[in-house]
């Protein structure tokens, strides 16, 4: 664990200095082990997830340990769905009391206006932001303008997942913590096959994250001239690695059409087991423990550019935060001191939850867990994370048109220097879109 602490220390710094000096002498978060739930009437609270979540993902996360420690309280989740999305919510009047998301996501929290600054409010309730990781905070600092709008409350970083199964049946040796990308998509290859009438896939990335947490620590906008970065040489080696490399074998664009023309997710590697390996969240198996069971699992680190050796992912913390809409702001606070607490972090830890807080006992508890025994858990702190890269509130428009060529690409309908060049042009233009409204 210790080189989990050394690691972040080492990202470089993302907005103004640490907090530190605003929380000498109160108690650590750490410190509320022993906390009871405030008294009085029943309090109702909202919760919404901007990467929505399901339900059962929700109480996996926090409902069912928040329920547990505070009994007067009804822990209400807003599932997402096509009419239950932010925008429409906070139309039709329904009040959202905790929004949570990634990093990746947030820039959509403060773009409707629900944003309040925690930092009196922290204060208040002895929240002591130097018991964090200090890259978190400055990452929260970053994406709130200087203010407090939300708490880290889990981190993930990107792994490789396995299907065991898989390479026994092939024999095909493992992947191993350390791959280069060409090692990777080597393995890959003696993977992708079709055997008995079923067509399996050697390797798949998520598409988003791994622009989001790209390795080079590009942003998705240029701060200083506000324009898309995307045609660049360094994003066209991402998109190499990433989508027409795994995609030259025609296996892969086999399973693309069978999906009407959608890239291979999730649900081949945990429902059809018909895909090796899943560059991914380090969370899987905390949120899915159910499909996950199901499956001979591991894991290994993700693969690494020759260009950046053993520099893995951005860090993606997700962030935690009470609005403006919150009637019982001190109550709302309650509940996230004790999702920061060392309690409630040990709990997620021990789920293999990557956890926010310096506490070595936190950290150490990674994991801990029966189920993950036997896993390669110190893959996820293999490689050295990657700077995180500035964020943009423009930046949920611009990963739209990033994402969009992903699936011509990979299926060659259209070359890479084109695609970099649409979605640039793409991409600048809903910037534009976005400055007028």
């Known amino acids: 664990m210790k080189r989990y602490r050394i690691v972040f220390m080492s990202i470089c710094v993302l907005a103004a200095a640490g907090l ?31 990467g929505g979540d399901t339900t059962e993902a929700f109480d996996a996360r926090f409902g069912d340990a928040l329920r547990k420690k505070f009994p007067n309280y009804d822990i209400t989740y807003i ?29 959509e929290f403060t773009q409707i206006g629900l944003q309040f600054d925690m930092t009196d409010l922290a204060k208040k309730h002895n929240v002591d932001l130097s ?33 065991k199964t898989l390479f026994q049946k092939f024999g095909i040796p493992s992947p191993k913590d350390g791959m280069t990308w060409d ?35 590009q942003p998705y906008v240029d701060p200083k001239t506000e324009q898309a970065t995307i045609n660049s040489d360094m994003w ?9 490399i795994p995609a030259q074998d025609q296996g892969y664009k086999d399973r693309i059409v069978a999906l009407n023309n959608k890239l291979p ?20 198996q905390s949120i899915l423990s159910k499909e996950m069971a199901a499956l001979d699992w591991d894991i290994v680190s993700m693969p690494t550019f020759k260009e950046l050796p053993g ?55 990674l994991g801990q867990s029966a189920e993950f025994k036997d896993k390669n ?26 994402t969009k060529p992903q699936v011509d690409l990979s299926l060659g309908k259209i070359d890479l220097n084109t695609a970099l060049r649409s979605a640039e042009e793409e991409a600048n233009k809903a910037i534009e879109q976005e400055k007028r409204k």
């Open 20 to 50: 530190s000096a605003c929380s000498k002498g109160q108690p650590s978060a750490s410190q509320t082990n022993d906390a009871s739930p405030p008294g009085g009437e029943r309090t109702e609270l909202f919760f919404y997830s901007g």
């Open 377 to 402: 858990l110190k893959a996820i702190f293999f490689n050295q994370l990657a700077p995180i890269s500035p964020k943009s509130k423009y930046d949920g428009a611009v990963e739209k048109a990033y």
């Open 236 to 244: 066209k080696r991402m998109y190499e690695a990433y989508y027409t």
């Open 183 to 217: 090692e990777m998509h080597d393995l890959a290859r003696k993977m992708t096959r079709n055997d008995g009438g079923k067509q399996y896939i050697g390797l798949v990335v998520s598409p988003t994250h791994v622009l989001r947490l790209n390795q080079f620590s």
């Open 311 to 365: 520099i893995g992912s951005q860090a993606y913390p997700t962030f935690m935060s009470i609005t403006n809409q919150t009637v019982n702001k001190d109550a709302a606070m309650e509940v996230l001191k004790y999702l920061v607490s060392e309690e409630y972090q040990t709990l997620a830890a021990k789920k293999a939850a990557l956890p926010v807080l310096k506490s070595k006992t936190v950290q150490d508890a």
């Open 265 to 284: 997710y999730k649900d081949d590697f945990l429902k059809d087991q018909n895909l090796a390996m899943f560059v991914y969240l380090s969370d899987l």
């Open 131 to 163: 018991s964090f990781e200090p890259t978190l905070i400055d990452a929260a600092k970053m994406i709130s303008d200087g203010k407090l709008y939300g708490l880290p409350v889990f981190n993930n970083i990107m792994v490789t997942y396995y299907n």
């Open 79 to 107: 599932p997402v769905d096509t009419n239950n999305r932010l925008q429409q919510l906070v139309t039709a009047g329904k009040r959202i009391d905790f929004y949570y998301g990634s990093i990746g996501v947030f820039p």
